[in-house]
């Protein structure tokens, strides 16, 4: 049973500033704005607010690109507006995270441009540099090995200067030069940055592809899984997750900076499945973070490449939840529960069924289920009132992420004669493009959504059902027998914190592993064996019956109402499409 603690029981809201709420009219999402809500956030019930990156940035990837740590982007505001955040949150007895992203900086910081300088620069080794790997006869250098970048994988990872003729090493873009963790100067610059965050009072830090930090510094060339004959460059990643000093530089960062502070951290760690490897930085006396984000369920369509798909079925789907709650239980762990982020489509439309018949039963479906699992709960900005991915006849000029731009235009050089997988192509980037999640938000029904003032011009469209999808009509709304969305999951949290022995740290026995459609799980306190749980929910947009194993003492929430379910307590349960109940067994 996993020892209590604060980051344990809170309730984390990811905001994308961009898109969250403007203030000041230039369409842009801000500081202030944030602030502004935090009455909304603590109204749902959210205890910590982490914001993607706010410094300041060339904006190449959505400030996952930072060229000063320690400075805020105009876009967002300055540094007294984070101040003023931080207040106004803490006056709430909310924290607030920031998003750490030092894999990488953005070109334009000052340690990249003195780094590019010279061959002798000072910082010239706090990048990742290496000459041409040959240089054919004409004169034009080869990269180092046949990485691709990650967001454009038609393009290597190495770029070349043609000043000081080397490649520096950049797994997403150009624009984000990998930093040299192997050199301690830039271990130390980054236990600076992070003291100058918690010293002004930050809650904890949410850390960007933590688990690339640590290269093979060999080096070598990635098999080859991409058609050669369209891909020259392959994804490396194997070669840069979980490298050789990941956990030495995780256990120097613990006792440099977070051993000094009570924080709550979250370890971004994309491509990493090995339950030994990830207990090595969640387990309870694991020395390194306080949990990670395991990427296997919003992986699952995955198949090397993001921008791709895999079949998947509900079966899968409820085995890695199980896993994961099972692995966290009998070893000690601590893990995030989470479906949707910035960089993931909507999960309504995703894991159920986002027509205007469905969504909003989907929605609860996928909140109920949340907020009866055990971790920390993280919930993304939009998630709480069942925002779905932008619709099919999006025009692509709609679409800004550099990913979805590079992998558009890869598609149109490299399917320009094959109408059918240019086809399959813009379909990939209807289900999976990382825009679908960062559209404003939505938060009333008058021009534009309460996102910015009248008039104001938004720097990504917002989606047109704005004006009956939105915050202020789910917040009021009144139906004899319905929840809201956004009332379902107020309720959810609350009864999340209520029952937290069960829900945040009981333990968690999957019911019907091999039913197809419904997935079913009991939860039970350690210290309050009385207290036991059993969730139900229909995975599927048909009518199922599912054979009750035990007693239910009685229903107490469902989906599909707002009193309690009158369904059979013992026998064969009827589930109507997408239907999700929550009983308590004697
Ligand atoms: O993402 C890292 C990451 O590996 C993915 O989730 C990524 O979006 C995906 O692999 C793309 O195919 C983090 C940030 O969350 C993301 O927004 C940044 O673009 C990326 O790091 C680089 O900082």
Redesign the pocket.
């Known amino acids: 049973f996993s020892t209590p603690q604060w980051w344990k029981e809170s309730v984390v809201y990811q905001i994308y500033p961009a898109s969250f709420q403007d203030s000041n009219g230039d369409g842009w999402g801000d500081v202030k704005g944030i602030t502004s809500r935090l009455d909304y956030l603590k109204e749902l019930g959210v205890d910590v607010v982490w914001s993607s990156p706010i410094f300041k940035s060339p904006q190449a ?2 400030g ?1 690109d930072i060229a000063d740590y320690k400075d805020i982007d105009p876009a967002y505001g300055t540094l007294e507006d984070v101040d003023e955040l931080i207040s106004e949150a803490k006056k709430r007895n909310m924290k607030v995270m920031m998003d750490l ?1 030092v ?2 900086t953005s070109n334009m910081h000052a340690w990249f441009l003195e780094s590019c300088s010279s061959k002798d620069n000072p910082k010239r080794d706090w990048y990742i540099w290496k000459p041409p790997k040959s240089i054919s006869p004409d004169g034009t250098p080869e990269p180092p090995n046949n990485w691709a970048q ?2 454009g994988d038609a393009n290597s990872a190495w770029n070349y200067d043609p000043v000081t003729k080397e490649y520096y090493l950049a797994v ?1 873009t150009p624009e ?1 030069p990998d930093l040299n963790w192997e050199n301690p100067e830039v271990r130390a610059a980054v236990w600076d940055v992070m003291n100058f965050w918690m010293n002004r009072g930050a809650g904890g830090f949410r850390m ?2 933590i688990n690339m930090i640590s290269k093979v510094t060999t080096f070598p060339d990635a098999p080859i899984v991409l058609d050669p004959a369209t891909h020259k460059y392959q994804p490396g990643v194997k070669f840069f997750t979980n490298g050789p000093k990941l956990h030495d530089y995780l256990q120097e960062m613990y006792r440099e900076v977070l051993s000094k502070h009570d924080t709550i951290t979250v370890g ?1 760690m ?1 491509g990493v499945s090995d339950e030994n490897e990830i207990l090595r930085t969640v387990g309870a006396k694991a020395e390194e973070l306080r949990m990670i984000f395991i990427f296997d369920l919003v992986d699952i369509d995955k198949p090397n490449v ?2 791709a798909l895999k079949p998947w079925d509900v079966k899968e789907m409820k085995s890695i939840i199980s896993k994961w709650q099972r692995v966290m239980i009998e070893r000690d762990g601590w893990n995030s529960v989470f479906i949707e ?3 993931n489509p909507r999960s309504v439309s995703r894991y159920t069924d986002d027509s205007d018949q469905w969504r909003d039963k989907g929605a609860k479906l996928l909140a109920l289920m949340q907020t009866t699992l055990g971790g920390t709960l993280f919930v993304y900005q939009g998630e709480e009132i069942g925002i779905r991915n932008a619709p099919k006849d999006w025009p692509m000029t709609e679409y800004k992420d550099i ?1 979805t731009v590079n992998y558009w235009q890869k598609c149109e050089k490299i399917y320009a004669n094959d109408p059918e997988k240019l086809a399959h192509g813009r379909k990939i980037v209807h289900m999976k493009a ?1 825009d679908h999640s960062r559209t404003p938000m939505q938060w009333d029904a008058s021009p534009n959504a309460g996102f910015a003032e009248k008039g104001a011009k938004p720097w990504m469209r917002i989606m047109d059902d704005y004006t009956t999808i939105n915050a202020e009509a789910q917040m009021k709304q009144e139906s004899e027998d319905e929840l809201s969305v956004w009332q379902f999951w107020q309720r959810g949290l609350h009864a999340r914190k209520e029952n937290k022995e069960a829900f945040v740290y009981g333990d968690f026995e999957e019911l019907a592993p091999n039913d197809e459609n419904i997935f079913a799980y009991v939860r039970t306190s350690a210290t309050k064996p009385e207290q036991k749980w059993i969730v139900v929910l229909n995975f599927s947009g048909q009518e199922q019956t599912y054979d009750l194993p035990l007693k239910v003492e009685s229903w107490v929430a469902g989906t599909y109402t707002k009193s309690k379910p009158d369904k059979s307590l013992r026998g064969k349960l009827v589930l109507r499409p997408w239907e999700g109940v929550l009983g308590s067994v004697a």
Do not use: K, T
């Open positions: 990837d959505m996952y992203v894999n990488h990650i967001l997403f984000q960007d592809v971004e994309p993001r921008m982020n910035h960089d990913e990382r």
